[in-house]
């Protein structure tokens, strides 16, 4: 058995993303990431981002008025899981 790399990117979006969740507006500062956001059923909201750069990006992230700044490192897959 293969695993591609598709199959580790939809194991790491479902650990996160629950059924049931709906997708959520947000805002982010750096146009080159690729980015989700849901609020699952128990109220927690996953955001996951994707950098597909070769350099590691700081990134502000703004959710109902409330932002947050971190850095995501070069060609990975980074989840933040904002509790109810």
């Given at each position: ?18 059924p ?43 959710l ?7 850095s ?6 980074q989840t ?5």
């Amino acid at each position: 058995v293969y695993f591609t790399p598709l199959y580790y990117t939809m194991s790491h979006f479902s650990r996160y993303i629950r059924p049931g969740a709906k997708r959520i507006g947000f805002e982010h500062s750096e146009p080159e990431l690729m980015m989700t956001a849901a609020q699952n059923p128990d109220g927690s909201i996953a955001v996951v981002l994707f950098n597909p750069t070769m350099k590691r990006t700081s990134v502000k992230l703004n959710l109902d008025g409330q932002a947050t700044e971190f850095s995501i490192d070069r060609k990975s897959i980074q989840t933040i899981v904002i509790p109810s």
